[in-house]
């Protein structure tokens, strides 16, 4: 059974920081995203990292400002978000699918944790 939690949302004030967290069970050797969803708008894709993390992809909107990263003895991927701006504002989720394919698009991704709220205010 494939499980994935969220953690580290927070209210934090513009230029703040956080460190999310995604905890990931029930399968092996998978690549993750990082997705958000802000109030009235589509979910999209904010950063994945590949199994080994040899590959890595931001949104043009994070780049220079968000980093993931994952222990894998851990079970763990990290999203840290600095220099936080208001239009940060919305829902984090993390997902992954069953083999080590990074993508962009929310459609393939297989499993989705339950979310993390981030919330920027000025």
């Known amino acids: 059974q494939v499980e994935l939690v969220e953690s580290g949302g927070g209210s934090v004030q513009v230029g703040g920081s956080l460190t999310l967290s995604c905890l990931a069970s029930?399968?092996?050797?998978?690549?993750l995203g990082w997705f958000r969803q802000a109030p009235r708008k589509e979910r999209e894709f904010v950063a994945g990292?590949?199994?080994?993390?040899?590959?890595?992809s931001y949104s043009d909107s994070v780049k220079g400002r968000f980093t993931i990263s994952r222990v894998n003895a851990k079970n763990t991927v990290y999203l840290q978000v600095n220099n936080l701006k208001p239009e940060d504002t919305a829902v984090y989720y993390c997902?992954?699918?069953?083999?080590?394919?990074?993508?962009?698009?929310?459609?393939?991704?297989?499993?989705w944790g339950q979310g993390t709220q981030v919330t920027v205010s000025s």
């Open positions: 997902a992954v699918r069953p083999d080590n394919y990074l993508s962009k698009r929310e459609s393939d991704y297989d499993y």
């Open positions: 990292i590949t199994w080994g993390s040899e590959f890595t």
């Open positions: 029930g399968l092996s050797h998978y690549a």
